[in-house]
């Protein structure tokens, strides 16, 4: 495999994973590109590389910069901006691991909350008093335990889950 078959390969797969999490699968390519770049790239450098619209890139651009993935870097003596990939992976798995909390944790969370004030007292309000009851625990725990992680320093979650695989 030459190294563009590689690359073209890697950014295929990427956006899937992407997809597969839920992110927009342009977005995932966007970021794949840009985290195997050498340099920074151009949105135009991005536009022609993906066979993407100005609109699309942009787009999607700043939603990586809003997840903290990607960011602006300067050339002296440039007019447009470019953009380089947060490399460091533990990094850009604590940035997504907020950003979905944020996205999707939290609000069901909230949800939860109003729905442990459901009224009644027959089997049927009980019944699913108890399942929201038993699903608010979970996902409270989840919660924590993300937060521990987003928290914690890279060497202490690699030597944990080394230890958990062997």
Not at 34 to 63: F, Q, T, V, Y
Not at 101 to 122: A, Q, Y
């Amino acid at each position: 495999m030459t190294l563009q078959e590689g690359k073209e390969k890697f950014i295929q797969s990427w956006g899937t994973l992407g997809s597969n999490w839920g992110i927009n699968r342009t977005m995932a390519q966007i970021h794949a590109l840009l985290l195997i770049s050498p340099e920074a790239l151009s949105a135009d450098d991005i536009m022609e590389e993906l066979k993407i619209s100005r609109g699309n890139a942009n787009m999607n651009i700043r939603a990586l910069i809003d997840w903290r993935l990607v960011y602006k870097e300067l050339k002296p003596g440039e007019r447009r901006e470019f953009f380089v990939a947060e490399k460091d992976m533990w990094e850009v798995v604590k940035n997504i691991i907020t950003q979905r909390k944020k996205k999707e944790l939290e609000p069901m969370l909230r949800v939860l909350d109003e729905l442990s004030s459901v009224e009644g007292t027959d089997q049927e309000a009980e019944n699913f008093s108890e399942v929201i009851k038993d699903i608010k625990l979970f996902s409270s725990k989840a919660d924590s335990t993300l937060d521990t992680l987003v928290k914690a320093d890279s060497n202490w979650f690699v030597g944990t889950f080394m230890k958990m695989i062997k």
